[in-house]
Nanobody, 119 residues
Framework: QVQLVESGGGLVQAGGSLRLSCAAS????????MNWHRQAPGKQRELVAF???????NYADSVKGRFTISRDNAKNTVFLQMNTLKPEDTGGYYC?????????????WGQGTQVTVSS
């Protein structure tokens, strides 16, 4: 069994910062791509940022220049540093990872962590 556990969400004022973490545990072969999604109330879940196993990154236009995704392969952890937060960044943030288990790539989701940005 593989689990993804997010942490670091909370309530912050506009302009503030938060750092999210997502740690994978269990029978992990190797971590492939890892990414963060978010879902605002009444909206569809959207991809915020992803990072490949080699460290290549990409971001949604709405967060470019403000968010930074990174990973610690030794700890099977991905991070999302969020700066200059805006009220529209409010939502549930979900970690997603492609992980090889028993040589087979599988997709896993975390339970989510809430980010609320007040104006």
């Amino acid at each position: 069994q593989v689990q993804l556990v997010e942490s670091g969400g909370g309530l912050v004022q506009a302009g503030g910062s938060l750092r999210l973490s997502c740690a994978a545990s269990g029978s992990i072969g190797s971590m492939l791509a890892m990414n963060w999604h978010r879902q605002a109330p009444g909206k569809q879940r959207e991809l915020v940022a992803f990072i490949t196993s080699s460290g290549r990154t990409n971001y949604a236009d709405s967060v470019k220049g403000r968010f930074t995704i990174s990973r610690d392969n030794a700890k099977n952890t991905v991070f999302l540093q969020m700066n200059t937060l805006k009220p529209e960044d409010t939502g549930g943030y979900y970690c997603n990872a492609q992980i090889k288990v028993g040589g087979i790539p599988r997709e896993y989701w975390g339970q989510g962590t809430q980010v609320t940005v007040s104006s």
